[in-house]
């Protein structure tokens, strides 16, 4: 895996289809959380949630646990009802386990048409685990492709790593399985190539942990105010970058975090917002890839 150093000076300016000025992506994420894991290690849910103190994964931990499949049983519906009643797509990373597990939702968001990216196999599982074992991190990566295979009823296209924890050695793994796009990397604003070994290049489609619901309310401490003015500002000065050069903004959600009572006017508010702009390009991380794949040479060539 390899991608060149181009910083944005460098590049030529990039003109989204039909003259938008940003490609808008919000992120819902399908995540699935064994109650236990065998190690001493902290692991989700044993991890960061609204009860701090940090258990090792072998233990349930009933209140972050359950804090969690909140999300699943309630707060991704109220996320669901926003998105379809603005009429507007969210691009969803899913878990596979979720799929077996908690089927209802996905079968929500295939009847959406909403976009569905491969997202590991469970959240209690990070690739990182497995750095220096790569026949395993394969065999975790092919058995998400299995699944989400099953139950989207169609190949997957892309990738995002549980909490974001790949290796050097992921690329060149979801490259050689077919897969087009890749959403780990936080460096950029504007998608880019990534070489890999079997010399199928992935596009880079950053994700985002700083215009995220869970670094606006449980990390920052900001109300619902506070985080729509958050998002406004990030959507604000990106939307003015791209008059020149266009940008990607995406917003990253967790349905127990965002799809509580007391924040989903967040959502709300925001894609209120947001609509009201017509030179928005509101998209799925597939067609970027697709557009992107054809015309990256007139971007940085």
Not at 149 to 178: C, H, I, M, Q, Y
Not at 235 to 261: A, C, D, M, T, W
Request: glycine share 6%.
């Amino acid at each position: 895996m390899h991608y060149d150093y181009v910083p944005m000076p460098e590049r030529k300016p990039l003109k989204w289809p039909n003259g938008n000025k940003l490609a808008m992506i919000i992120s819902t994420n399908l995540e699935y959380w064994d109650k236990t894991v065998d190690t001493e290690k902290p692991a989700y849910p044993g991890g960061p949630g609204v009860v701090i103190n940090t258990m090792s994964g072998k233990y349930f931990d009933a209140p972050n646990w359950s804090w969690r499949e909140y999300g699943q049983r309630v707060g991704v519906w109220r996320m669901f009802e926003e998105f379809e009643r603005a009429e507007i797509p969210t691009s969803c990373t899913l878990n596979s386990k979720l799929a077996i597990e908690r089927p209802q939702i996905i079968e929500r968001v295939v009847k959406n048409n909403w976009e569905v990216v491969a997202h590991n196999f469970v959240q209690t599982e990070p690739l990182a685990d497995y750095q220096f074992d790569i026949d395993k991190e394969r065999e975790i990566i092919q058995k998400t492709l299995r699944v989400y295979r099953e139950f989207v009823g169609k190949p997957a296209r892309g990738w995002l790593s549980t909490s974001l924890r790949s290796t050097p050695n992921t690329p060149d793994l979801v490259a050689a399985e077919g897969l087009d796009f890749w959403t780990d990397y936080m460096n950029d604003d504007q998608p880019y190539l990534i070489k890999t070994e079997c010399g199928r290049p992935l596009v880079s489609i950053p994700y985002t942990v700083e215009l995220n619901d869970f670094q606006a309310f449980m990390f920052q401490g900001h109300d619902v105010n506070g985080a729509v003015a958050m998002f406004k500002e990030g959507f604000n000065q990106l939307y003015k970058e791209g008059e020149k050069s266009g940008r990607i903004f995406n917003l990253g959600f967790h349905p127990h975090v965002i799809g509580q009572p007391h924040r989903i006017r967040a959502l709300r508010d925001f894609l209120t917002y947001a609509k009201q702009f017509n030179d928005i390009w509101w998209t799925t991380r597939e067609e970027i890839t697709d557009w992107y794949l054809k015309n990256h040479h007139t971007h940085i060539g």
